[in-house]
């Protein structure tokens, strides 16, 4: 069982130590290093499910999702190393996000099939697309014509953290997995979105710190390396 944890380490290590740089303007050092760190989730992951006597639907799923977090990984950082016009970030954006979209719905069936629900807890659900149209609409994010995709994916994310609740109150062994791994995804996201929408003189100015870039990628990565543990059980 120590394996799969030990090459999510890797990953996550190769993250905090590379020099980082926002995902607009990455170097090919910076680019091999996230496509490396997310290609060790997807060993982990078949690690932790070469533990199983048999791989059910759920553990191929969360591994379906770390090879879609791959691909979007490449995708977003294509158009940086490319130089395309300034005009083209937004679809690469796009193109890129959509893959994590996918991960994120993969997880989330997952996450339900295994889930006592508690419908005391359904404000959970709410809570980050609740956060992200509070900011909106205040000015603090300026979500322009993307703010319908945005709260779409934020409804993702609540709906994910709410199930990932639900895992935990019914299996407490790998609820201590998932529970964090979607708590660390809306942590992640949710530093994105203020990095590519929060107003110049706030979201630009925090996007350039590295400790405010590792509030997205540390978060991102250290809930890949959970979600690879979780194979062994899922």
Not at 210 to 223: G, I, N, Q, S, T
Request: proline content about 5%; overall charge positive.
């Amino acid at each position: 069982m120590i394996l799969p944890y030990a090459l999510g380490l890797c990953g996550v290590v190769m993250i905090v130590l590379q020099p980082l740089r926002f995902v607009a303007k990455p170097d090919f050092a910076g680019f091999g290093s996230k496509t490396f760190a997310s290609l060790l989730f997807c060993v982990a992951g078949v690690a932790a499910a070469g533990r199983r006597e048999t791989v059910g639907w759920q553990a191929a799923a969360v591994l379906m999702g770390f090879c879609l977090a791959l691909i979007g990984d490449v995708l977003l950082s294509i158009e940086p190393i490319l130089a395309r016009p300034a005009q083209d970030k937004s679809y690469a954006l796009v193109l890129g996000g959509v893959p994590f979209l996918l991960a994120h719905g993969l997880n989330l069936a997952v996450f339900c099939s295994r889930a006592a629900f508690d419908w005391r807890l359904l404000p959970v659900l709410l809570a980050v697309p609740a956060l992200l149209a509070l900011l909106w609409k205040c000015g603090v994010l300026q979500f322009g014509k993307a703010g319908v995709p945005v709260l779409v994916y934020a409804l993702l994310l609540g709906a994910m953290l709410w199930a990932a609740c639900g895992v935990f109150g019914a299996d407490k062994a790998l609820g201590r997995l998932v529970l964090p791994a979607a708590a660390l995804f809306c942590v992640s996201d949710i530093a994105l979105f203020w990095a590519n929408f929060g107003k110049k003189d706030w979201g630009s100015h925090f996007s350039a710190k590295k400790p405010f870039l590792w509030l997205v990628m540390v978060p991102y990565y250290v809930a890949q390396a959970l979600l690879a543990g979780a194979v062994a059980t899922i």
